[in-house]
Structures are given as C-alpha cells and as structure tokens.
C-alpha cells in the first residue's frame, strides 16, 4: 500500500478517441524513487499479471529532476498502439524497475466519435417580412467542416515552416559540429607529433646516460688504483646519474599521463559522435510525423471534395422550385420544436472541434518540446566545446613545462660534460707528474744502488774471504723496502 502512494494519476477522462494519441499525467511524491525502468501500461480492468497489458510506454520526468522531490510529469501514447473502439474497460497502472506495481487509475473506454448528419443546423436573425421570431438555417455539413479545414491548413503551414527552421538549425549544428571535430583531430594530431618529439629526444637522453656511465665507469676503474679523490668524485658522478635517472622516470609517467589524458579526448569524441546519431534520428522520426500528417490532410481533402459534390448537387436540387423552398421552411419550423435534438448535434460537433484544436495543440506542444530540446543539446554542445578548449590549453602549458625541462635538463647535461672534461684534463696532469716523479725516484734508487754495490765491492777488497758469504746476503736483501717497492712499480 504505501508504493501505491508514491504515484498519483491525474485528470483521467472517462472516454478517449483511438484515433488521437492519449496524454497520461501522473505525479511522482517524494517517497517514490525513481529509475530509468519505470514504465506506464495500459490494461483491462481486472487483470490477474502485469505481463497483460495492451501497450506500455516508459515513465518519463522532467529535466532538472532530483531524487526525493515531488514532480509532475506527462506521458503519451500513440494513436497507431491504442485499443479499438469498443466497450471494454481499460485503467493505466504505474511499474517500476523492479516489477511492482505503484498506483492504479480510475477505468476509461476508447469509442469511435459519432457521425454527423448531412446537414447542420444554424439560428439566424429575425425575419421582419415572415413576421417569425427565430429562423433556423440548414446548412450542408461539408460547409462547415471547410472553413475549419482551412484553418487548419493554415496552423499546419506554419507548423511546417517552424520544423523547416528547425531542420536548418540542426543543418548548421550538424556543419558547426564537423568543423570542431576537424580541428580537434588536427590538434589531436599535433599533440601526438609532440609526444612523439618527446619520446625520442628522451630515448636520446637515455642512450647517452648510459655511455657516460659506461666511460664513468672505465674511467673509475683506471683511476681508483691510483688516487682517491677520483673515487670520491666517481661516487659523486654516480650520484647524480642516479638523480638523473629518477627524473627519467618522471618524464615516462607524465607521458603516460599524457596518453590517458588522450584517451580520455577519444572518449569524448566518441560520445559525441552518438549524441549526432541521436540527433539524425530525430530528424528521421520528425520527418515521418510530418509525412503521417500529409496523409491525413490528404484524407481529409478527398473528404472535402466528396462533400462539396454533395453541396452541389443540393443546392441544384433546391434552386429550381420555391415550393421545395416552403418544405424546407415547414420542416424549419417543424426543426424549431426539435430543438433539443439539435442541441445534442451541436454538441457533438463541438466535440469534433474540440477534437481538432487539441491535435493541433498536441502539434504545438511537441514543437515547443522539440525546440527546447535542441536549445539544451545546443549549451551542451557549447559547454563540451569549452571543456575541450581547456583541456587543450591545459595541455599546451603542460607541453611547455616539459620543454622547459628538457632545456634546463641540457644545460645541466653539458655542465656536467664540461666538468668531466675538466676533471680528465686534471687526472692527465697528476698522472704525467706521478709519472715524473716515479722516474726520478727510480733513478736515485738505481744511483743509491751503484753506490751500494761500489761499497760492497770496496767492503770484499778490504774484508778477509771469511765474510764473503754475509756480504752476498746483505747484497740480496735491499737496503730499504721503500726503494724497493718503488723498484718494483711499473715503469709507464
């Protein structure tokens, strides 16, 4: 009981013509919770399952709709889908999603409108000559239906000129629509040459950090028997190899950032692409309507032309004789104490307009709708493009700061080769004064030995035979290990 609640009908008719589409109102309360699966049938009273309706349409709701507030709303069901005229008793009933149904209306039957007579009777101003009170004139039908024909036609032409308007503003929608996805995929185009530029000169960076540390490393290796302050400054050297490989890193996840945000330009493009299906196929369903009611207006031309075969075959039965003219003028009178009856007819015929200048206002209506339509999708649009703008600058200045730090990555580059420059130029000077000073140690070694040895020699002369075999032990050993490391190291 409490779903029923959530839904209410509203202005209900008791009869409706199968001949013209019905407006269902109904209210959604705050309790309810609405969903796209929402639908409004329409069945026969006393229905056992939900799976029995005739015909169902989906439960729409206006724009701007939110959740938990109260809304009215209007749905409508096409003459060609309505039962057939007859005595049966049919009721809308409300379903949502989840199959269960919310409110029920009060029964209504469909039924064909009546016909009308051949003739119709209109009251005329009074005669003075007859000397009569009130003058009744029969009219033929066809009269009558004719001028409301032509105001018709006239509603219908403008009706026409109004969707020929519409049609050429979706025209220069659908060109403004083209142009922008032109340049999109231009710049689309431009941005992907870009990342492309960037991705190679980062591949360039790349391979040549890794033959700096390659000759980094040879270098290190030649120089870390000799000095330590080349190792200290191949630690260094290492150290901002390894800074410089983490931002190589970064660089790679801001392309990739770059690439997401890519993709996410081609889901737009997309979307886009189906919001102009959509559009093409509301054009194609306008046009229809609009063939559907060149049919009727046809029809009801070939009615017309029936009825005034009709006239004139009347009128050429009335002219000839003035005694046809008094019949018709007793039956006049005999009319006027039918006047009940012919109030029924008028009443009838009143229907019949009634019937008619709700078509067209059903017409208007789904103009108005339409044009409202077309100017919210027309902001969309306008807002999507916008979106785009920002996207592209916001691109562009990102484009911009990566530029600027593969300039200032450049700079730091030669820097560092400057300094490698400057360091070898420094190494080959330590090393050619090492050089030097090896050469000279080796000569004073060399000196210092001649000298010993010239002593020993003098020593032996001197010296009983007896000591000769200490005297080869002291030329053996070296007088001191420093000159005899330094004899040892290799000569460059």
Not at 221 to 241: F, I, P, R
Not at 414 to 422: A, D, F, I, R, Y
Request: with cysteine; hydrophobic share 30%; proline share 3%.
């Amino acid at each position: 009981m409490d779903k029923q609640s959530t839904v209410v009908f509203r202005n209900v008719g008791q009869l409706y013509f199968p001949q013209t589409r019905v407006e269902c109102h109904y209210s959604l309360t705050s309790d309810h919770q609405w969903s796209n699966g929402d639908w409004i049938g329409i069945f026969e009273v006393g229905c056992s399952s939900l799976k029995q309706y005739f015909t169902y349409t989906w439960a729409v709701v206006p724009e701007g709709y939110t959740e938990g507030a109260g809304v009215n709303s209007c749905a409508l069901f096409q003459a060609s889908y309505l039962p057939r005229p007859s005595a049966v008793e049919y009721q809308f009933i409300y379903v949502d999603s989840m199959g269960d149904e919310c409110a029920r209306s009060r029964s209504f039957t469909f039924r064909a409108p009546k016909p009308l007579e051949e003739l119709e009777t209109l009251k005329e101003e009074q005669d003075e000559e007859d000397g009569e009170e009130e003058l009744l004139i029969v009219i033929p039908r066809a009269q009558l239906l004719q001028s409301q024909l032509e105001e018709c036609f006239k509603k219908q032409a403008n009706i026409q000129q109004a969707l020929a308007e519409a049609k050429e503003e979706t025209e220069n929608e659908k060109r403004n629509n083209n142009k922008a996805s032109v340049e999109w995929e231009r710049e689309r185009e431009a941005m992907n040459e870009e990342l492309s530029e960037l991705r190679d000169n980062l591949r360039l960076n790349c391979e040549m950090l890794k033959k700096m540390e390659g000759k980094h490393k040879v270098q290190a290796g030649h120089a870390s028997g000799c000095l330590g302050n080349v190792k200290y400054s191949q630690e260094h050297l290492t150290l901002e190899l390894s800074k410089l490989m983490a931002e190589k890193d970064e660089s790679q996840q801001r392309i990739k950032d770059l690439e997401g945000d890519i993709k996410v330009l081609k889901d737009t493009k997309k979307e886009e692409n189906g919001d102009l299906e959509r559009l093409k196929e509301r054009v194609k369903k306008m046009s229809s309507q609009m063939k559907h009611d060149e049919e009727k207006r046809k029809c009801l031309q070939v009615e017309n032309q029936a009825a005034l075969v009709e006239v004139r075959g009347l009128q050429e039965r009335v002219e000839p004789s003035e005694h046809a003219a008094e019949g018709l003028r007793r039956e006049l009178r005999e009319l006027a104490t039918r006047q009940g009856h012919t109030h029924t007819e008028m009443h009838q015929a009143r229907l019949q307009v009634a019937q008619l200048t709700l078509l067209l206002s059903e017409e208007n209506l789904v103009l108005r709708e339409e044009r409202a339509n077309w100017a919210l999708e027309k902001e969309a649009y306008k807002h999507a493009a916008e979106t785009d703008t920002k996207k592209l600058q916001e691109l562009s200045y990102e484009v911009q700061r990566k530029e600027e730090w593969l300039q200032e990555e450049r700079t730091e580059r030669e820097k560092l080769e400057v300094k490698l420059g400057q360091e070898r130029d420094c190494n080959r000077v330590l090393l050619s004064d090492t050089k030097q000073e090896l050469q000279e140690l080796k000569a004073a070694v060399k000196t210092a030995q001649d000298e010993r040895e010239q002593q020993q020699v003098d020593k032996q002369r001197c010296e009983p035979p007896a000591g000769e075999g200490k005297l080869l032990l002291m030329l053996q050993e070296p007088a001191d290990p420093v000159l005899s490391e330094l004899a040892d190291f290799p000569m460059w």
